[in-house]
């Protein structure tokens, strides 16, 4: 402390460094959010966030609630054409997380069911985005009536309010008795052990994050008569987000921004979020 917090970053090149190759001064550009050291067993090998430097950047360092901000020149990347410099910002490190769980850890496949929890958050509007480019259903949660429509309109098959409905019975009732083949959580101890309750034979959990807590119980027995996986995972690689980068050339995938606030509104902002009223990201626009 002081910390400057900020791991979504997008703007204009201002200043390069002697070593940085093909970018120029003015180009607009997002910022790839982990930092890596580039040359380990785990980074060659496109898996760069178990690189033993790994960083993220408005977590572990600086970040980007900035009028100015320097990070290395590979973490740059051009804006995508058609999109703002709001909705650029709003992609990184949100659709990278969710790439990385769905398809690098949790492997979804055409026709499997897939829960979302809180699919209001940065990372569930990602989330439902991805579990439908990729051919699955998709049940998601939300905290409030408001959120439900706009989590259809982002492709949500079945919408379930988790504050109000019981999420594990009516996963089961929207399955036939099913349930589903992935749960995407990053919520932690109040879902954990609804979303066991949810999940079909050799069903996957896949955890990103803990915002309830990170202690919950597993009934070992429950796991391994239901050859149920437990899937921990955790940013993603530079080539990831290349990948899903492409998806917003053609509109498969859409930033989805909730709110703009002025960056010296950064504590109203940071309000909105913790009282859980947004849907998708909150851009600070310096
Ligand atoms: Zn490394």
New binding site residues.
């Given amino acids: 402390m002081p910390h400057i917090s900020g791991s979504d970053i997008a703007g204009e090149v201002a200043q390069l460094g002697k070593l940085v190759d093909g970018h120029s001064v003015g180009e607009k550009v997002l910022v790839s959010p982990g930092l890596?050291?580039?040359?380990?067993e785990?980074?060659t090998t496109g898996r760069?966030s178990l690189?033993?430097?790994?960083k993220i950047i408005g977590y572990e360092t600086q970040g980007g609630y900035a009028e100015y901000v320097a990070v290395p020149g590979e973490n740059l990347i051009p804006i995508p054409n058609k999109l703002s410099m709001e909705e650029a910002s709003s992609i990184p490190l949100v659709f990278l997380t969710a790439w990385h769980m769905l398809v690098t850890r949790a492997r979804l496949v055409p026709g499997e069911t897939v829960l979302v929890w809180a699919g209001g958050s940065g990372v569930g509007s990602a989330a439902i985005q991805i579990a439908k480019l990729l051919g699955a259903r998709v049940i998601v949660t939300v905290g409030s009536d408001g959120k439900i429509e706009k989590a259809r309109e982002l492709g949500a098959d079945f919408v379930i309010n988790h504050h109000t409905q019981d999420v594990p019975g009516d996963v089961k009732r929207l399955t036939d008795g099913k349930k589903v083949d992935v749960v995407f959580d990053h919520v932690g101890e109040a879902t954990w052990e609804k979303s066991m309750r949810s999940m079909a034979p050799a069903g996957r959990l896949v955890n990103c994050g803990v915002t309830t807590g990170g202690k919950a119980e597993v009934d070992i027995r429950y796991v391994f008569v239901r050859q149920f996986s437990l899937l921990g995972s955790y940013m993603g690689g530079m080539g990831e987000l290349l990948q899903v980068l492409k998806f917003f050339e053609d509109g498969r995938l859409r930033p989805v921004v909730d709110s703009v606030f002025p960056l010296k509104d950064a504590a109203k902002a940071q309000e909105r979020m913790e009282k859980s009223q947004h849907f998708g990201k909150i851009v600070l626009r310096v």
């Fill in positions: 890596r050291c580039g040359t380990c785990y980074c760069d690189c033993e430097s790994y």
